[in-house]
């Protein structure tokens, strides 16, 4: 069998249903071709359930707040965890059906089967050649699981494995303390599992400056006892696995592991494309067009591990699609760098991060939010707000945080720096209070006393012309 098409689309994820999507707008001659189920990993097993799993981890975290609140009787609240695991499978299946109606009514535009590149511009598919004008890679990525751990059967849990477990038992570790490896950490802690939380860096969550990290470990070890900068050693233990790390032994009924994910590149024959792969099989390729070398293929999302993010994700399939249908090949703009860890306190990076700075250049304005009021009406605290601002002009150019809210607060930096704001035009903008907010504010006070221009007292803009008409 044998077909032409104008765009063919490998992988039915984020990334491939946003090119999808694209692509539709100005051809109808496509396919896609995807292996393994559909519905994005996002749906099936990464962002929404394990959300899912937070919401219902932090309700039960609350029962250790309620008697400071006032409440009586919390000490016989228990959690049942097959019921709260039921939640998030169900829940999971929702979102999953969701995301398959983008691919339902394609008929034979859809195929299932693996693709391997014969040419850049062929590929067969389970003995089917498909010749096309232009080829879209996002074929996603996948857990990484160390060869000889996986001897260990199905006491090892990978962070998909998890979503599909109808009961979990009573002692955990997690390896591997990234976003993902922390938000689950800390919300399997926070369903009565007692968990172990082991990192081969000293860094958690994605942080990179080392006063934010010091600050959410401090935070996060108030609950999980947590090993940085030490390599976990498994072995088994009758029943159970025995971790040792650092010298220090516990035995734990699973294992799960976080320990990053590898891009679903290595049998899709990218050797045949012509063009020279890096040491992990990675061809070169332009992260403002997705285009790999000069071409007539693309490849987005986790397929090609820059900004392994869901919203980056959909924006690289959007590149991706534009070009594939688009005679002449585009870059373009990448949003402001964002990434948020659901744990708490929130974990968050927007812009530039601690690594990347000139630190000769660079201001920093500081808030610790263990006295911020409102911080302390919800017993939440915690943490550390760091921003940075260039020391000769004020601008925003990034920021680190562990902070009560932080999803929000990195939202409203991300947007500022993305409108080229300095830190003086932030302390003109309204804050309320009592809000987390202010906490902000107080870190941009402080980066703008440092700058080199100096920073008026008063934060109000003044009008241009003199009252009366100054109301007007």
């Known amino acids: ?28 001659n496509f396919i896609l071709i995807n292996a393994g189920p559909y519905g994005t990993s996002c ?21 250790g707040l309620m008697a400071d609140l006032g409440m009586e009787g919390v000490e016989r609240l228990r959690v049942n965890r097959p019921a709260v695991l039921e939640r998030v499978m169900r829940m999971r299946d929702g979102f999953v059906k969701g995301m398959e109606r983008a691919t339902d009514r394609l008929g034979d535009k859809s195929i299932s089967g693996r693709a391997r590149f014969r040419d850049p511009r062929t590929i067969e598919v389970e003995g089917e050649i ?10 996603g990525s996948s857990p990484i699981v160390p060869g000889a751990w996986k001897a260990f ?25 990234g976003p993902s490896g922390l938000e689950l950490a800390q919300a399997l802690n926070r369903i009565d599992i007692r968990v172990s939380g082991v990192d081969e860096k000293q860094f958690i969550g994605g942080l990179t400056d080392p006063e934010v990290n010091e600050a959410a470990v401090a935070a996060v070890s108030r609950e999980i006892e947590l090993h940085l900068g030490a390599r976990a050693e498994l072995s088994e233990a009758g029943a159970k696995l025995k971790i040792v790390v650092a010298g220090t032994e516990s035995l734990v009924d699973k294992v799960l592991l976080a ?17 020279e792969l890096d040491e992990h ?37 959007h590149i991706a699609g534009y070009n594939a249908t688009h005679d002449a090949v585009h870059c373009f703009r990448r949003r402001v760098p964002l990434a948020v860890a659901f744990s708490d306190p929130n974990i ?10 000139d630190r000769e250049k660079t201001v920093t304005g500081a808030f610790d939010f263990g006295a911020q009021p409102r911080a302390r009406m919800s017993n939440s605290n915690r943490g550390l707000l760091h921003v940075y601002a260039d020391r000769e002009s004020g601008a925003v150019l990034g920021a680190e945080m562990a902070a009560p809210a932080g999803e929000h607060l990195g939202h409203l930096l991300a947007m500022a720096i993305q409108q080229n704001m300095t830190v003086f035009s932030l302390l003109t903008l309204p804050y309320y209070h009592p809000v987390i907010e202010e906490g902000l504010r107080t870190a941009v006070r ?27």
Not at 157 to 177: K, N
Not at 259 to 275: C, K, T
Not at 283 to 291: A, G, K
């Open 1 to 28: 069998m044998a077909r032409n098409v104008d765009v063919a689309i490998i992988g039915a994820g984020s990334a491939g249903l946003s090119a999808l999507s694209q692509v539709r707008k100005e051809t109808g």
């Open 43 to 63: 749906a099936r097993v990464a962002c929404m359930p394990t959300k899912v799993l937070i919401e219902a981890a932090n309700g039960c975290h609350s029962r």
């Open 130 to 139: 498909i010749t096309a004008g232009r080829v879209i890679i996002a074929t």
């Open 153 to 177: 059967g199905d006491r090892i849990l990978t962070t998909e494995d998890l979503f599909y477990q109808t009961d979990l038992p009573d002692a955990m570790a997690v390896i591997g303390l």
């Open 259 to 275: 320990m990053g994910r590898r891009p679903n590149i290595a049998d899709l024959g990218l050797e045949n494309l012509g063009v």
């Open 281 to 317: 099989g990675m061809p070169p390729f332009n992260p403002e067009s997705m285009q790999i070398a000069d071409l007539p293929v693309f490849i987005a999302g986790d397929a090609n591990n820059h900004l392994p993010l869901l919203h980056e994700a959909i924006d690289e399939g």
């Open 348 to 357: 968050v990076r927007v812009g530039k991060g601690f690594a990347e700075l």
């Open 446 to 472: 402080a980066a703008a006393k440092q700058v080199d221009t100096g920073v008026s007292e008063i934060d109000l803009l003044l009008c241009d012309s003199m009252p009366p008409d100054c109301l007007s």
